[in-house]
């Protein structure tokens, strides 16, 4: 989007507008034309008492404002009255009647044209700050989007790396692990989506989380385990909100994987709350079996969610850290 700027001198129109200094150089600007009037009288013919007056009139209103400008064209007015119009005074005949009438007439036009013109100018320069902010915006999302994809898709291309090794750890597997892979990209698209539908951009990051858990429980099948999400009154951009979202859905989904065995029922808990260093501590907890006996990477699909978990919390610029006792808990402190 391009926008064209206004010459300087349009593009802040009446500077001195509803100020003192306004009226006194409508004031100043007045007493020049006058004099100029008395330097001029003499050298013009007879028939040009307002000669003076007009631009000074004009050069107020541009500078000064609408009220300004009829000040110092009521001042030239009656200082044109005064000297320059016969007869001398205050004098009011049929010819000087009409010669101040002209004046009014063409000092009223003057500054109601200027008038518009310096709202359509003030329009211009509302429209070309509107147009501006839009064009970086544009910019920035443009980046963004730009900065995501790529991340995603080295996310994703991890995720192969790290499926390759299981695969030639354990070929027979393979089906199993071509499933996990699949479901986690569908996860991170199902992510993209709902951070990027219009009904969710005002959304709290809590009533977000919930959504979001309890897609992850419906998705899993189990019936009887509930998410329960407490989270404050807080805001995230909307990368390290994604960052967020994917590693709460990997660690519920791993709790709902190993830590609910054979149907059995629980609850899993999201928390978020602010440190008093500026760092902030992301608990997800559940209430199952806990870690296994065996080394993680003894359990298919164990070890490999501990290390995206421990990937995405590295995008946080976080740490990860884990408790069993009974169940399991993964807390992530990063730099808010």
Known sequence: MKTVDLPPFLSRPQPFQGTVLGIALACLIAACAVLGRFALEGVLPAGYPFLTFFPAAIITSFLCGTAAGTLCALLCGLAAWYWFIPPDGFSLDRQSAFALGFYVFIVAVDIVLIHLMTRAMRRLEAEKRVSNALAEQQRTMFEELQ????NNMAFVASLLNMSRRRLAADPAAAPAILDDARNRIETMARIHRRLHDPNQVDL???????????????????????CAVDVPEMTFDIRRLTTISMLVSEVVTNSLKHGYPDGRGGQITVSLRRLDDGQAELTIADDGVGLPATPDDAVPGHGLGNRIVEALAKQLKGSVSRQSNPGLATRIVFPL
């Open 204 to 226: 709290p990051v809590r009533s977000y989380l919930q959504d979001l858990c309890a897609d992850v429980v419906e998705t899993s099948g189990l019936s009887g385990v509930r």
């Open 147 to 150: 900065h995501r994809v790529a």
